[in-house]
């Protein structure tokens, strides 16, 4: 598969699955569905204590869709990435339609750490997330997570659990219990991601 209609991958998230590419010179992607599903429950978010250390000492600022083609284009900056132009150019389309965000991380000017998803209802499809200095993907994370709250949010959605995750409170749980939350959580079309622009300070997240 090299191509899908926007609208068509939106109900591929809804359904449950997701696209991932072989490789970054894989010209087309497949689509994938998971027999268990990693998420992370948005009161369930865990802050370590040295992540505060990490935000209290390195005074990291945040924003959302500020820079979010830079964002996905430095979580596939590495040698094995599932991220290729193929998919590059949907999540381009989503974002312009309104349904892909990022959520960036800087320190003195400089782009150190972000993340980026698929939103669509209560449910935010987080797809990769990427650190140029300790700690920066964590705090993308952490103000994610934020902003999921504060917008009524019901799922964030991590595809796979990986000992990172689980370390930040990540969950699986089998896809046939995840398919009618996700569902419920998809059928909340008042729920949006929110304006671009600066987030909280850091602060804000140790409160």
Request: hydrophobic residues 45%.
């Amino acid at each position: 598969m090299t191509d899908v209609p926007p609208d068509l991958l939106l109900q591929i998230y809804a359904a449950g699955a997701f696209p991932m590419a072989a490789s970054r010179d894989d010209p087309g992607f497949r689509i994938v569905e998971p027999r268990m599903r990693g998420l992370i429950p948005l009161d369930g978010f865990h802050m370590s204590r040295s992540l505060r250390r990490r935000l209290r000492r390195d005074a990291f600022s945040a924003s959302a869709d500020t820079a979010f083609a830079e964002v996905v284009a430095a979580c596939a900056d590495r040698e094995e990435t599932w991220i290729n132009p193929a998919l590059e150019r949907l999540y381009d389309t989503l974002h312009r339609a309104g349904h892909a965000h990022s959520v960036e991380v800087w320190q003195e000017g400089a782009l150190v750490g972000g993340t980026y998803g698929i939103s669509l209802g209560a449910a935010f499809f987080a797809e990769s997330m990427f650190s140029r200095r300790s700690d920066a993907s964590k705090a993308a994370l952490a103000w994610l997570v934020q902003r999921l709250r504060a917008r009524g949010y019901l799922i964030l959605d991590t595809q796979f659990l990986t000992p990172h995750l689980a370390s930040l409170g990540g969950i699986e749980m089998p896809q046939a219990r995840f398919r009618p939350m996700l569902a419920a959580a998809v059928a909340r079309t008042e729920v949006s991601f929110g304006p671009a622009g600066p987030l909280p300070g850091w602060a804000s997240l140790l409160a």
